[in-house]
């Protein structure tokens, strides 16, 4: 199969501080990741495109400077949130991309609370 | 914005068939139709996907129409557990979702 895994998959921080978050896929290697947010009840919205060894394209309106994005490698992406703010709190997926059967895989997701 | 348009929301019974709609007028032709599911505080699940011919596995079924403008995806036995948001998308080129169907299932 293909399995991402996103961690943490909770986490809880100071307005001001900052979070990164970690997506890998296990047992693939993914040439593209895909950030998304998502508020309650709503869908979700992508945030940025990435690319392993290249910089990410973010979705009109994202704070690129906010939302630093990395891709080293073609098992993980980190998305750092940074200086983090109430507004930010948010549920946070990630998902990666195999040629195949299997398309588009999506992390468990992270739930950001900004205290 | 998302290039589909799903009804908002649907109730089905459960242990009938739930039929889901979507449509993708302007699809391109290289474009694959996929769906996906989310239950609540989880990452979407991978359901299916389809090109141009219909396509069947062990969690449902995907009828796409001749002009691939539309397409249904099917659940044949809906049980309580199938209860979730359902988002079709299409791709590569585009991964954003549109709001999706939720999707009850009644006992």
């Keep these: 199969g293909a399995v991402v895994s996103q961690h943490p998959s909770w986490v ?11 997506c890998r896929s296990l047992d693939f290697q993914a040439t593209t990741m895909f950030w998304y947010r998502q508020f309650p009840k709503q869908s979700l919205m992508l945030m940025a495109t990435s690319n392993e060894g290249s910089k990410a394209t973010y979705e009109q309106g994202v704070e690129k400077d906010k939302f630093l994005i990395n891709h080293a490698s073609l098992t993980l992406s980190t998305l750092t949130v940074t200086s983090a703010h109430p507004e ?4 946070y997926i990630c ?6 059967d ?3 895989t999506f992390g468990s997701g992270t739930r950001l609370t900004v205290v | 914005d998302a290039k589909t348009t799903q009804p908002t929301s649907m109730d089905c019974a459960e242990g009938r068939a739930a039929n889901l709609p979507c449509n993708h007028s302007t699809i391109s032709g290289n474009e694959y139709v996929y769906w996906y599911r989310q239950i609540h505080s989880q990452g979407p699940q991978y359901i299916i996907h389809g090109l141009k011919n ?9 009828i796409i129409t001749e002009d691939r403008k539309s397409s249904t995806l099917i659940l044949p036995h809906a049980t309580l557990r199938d209860t979730a948001v359902y988002y079709c998308i ?5 991964m954003r979702f549109g709001a999706g169907t939720r999707l009850t299932v009644k006992p």
Excluded: H, R
């Design chain 2, 90 to 94: 299409v791709s590569p080129g585009d």
């Design chain 1, 95 to 100: 998902s990666a991309y195999k040629d195949g």
């Design chain 1, 102 to 104: 299997y398309g588009y």
């Design chain 1, 88 to 91: 930010d709190s948010s549920f």
């Design chain 1, 12 to 22: 809880i921080c100071k307005s001001g501080t900052s979070v990164k978050i970690e």
């Design chain 2, 54 to 62: 219909n396509e069947t596995n062990e969690m449902a079924s995907l």
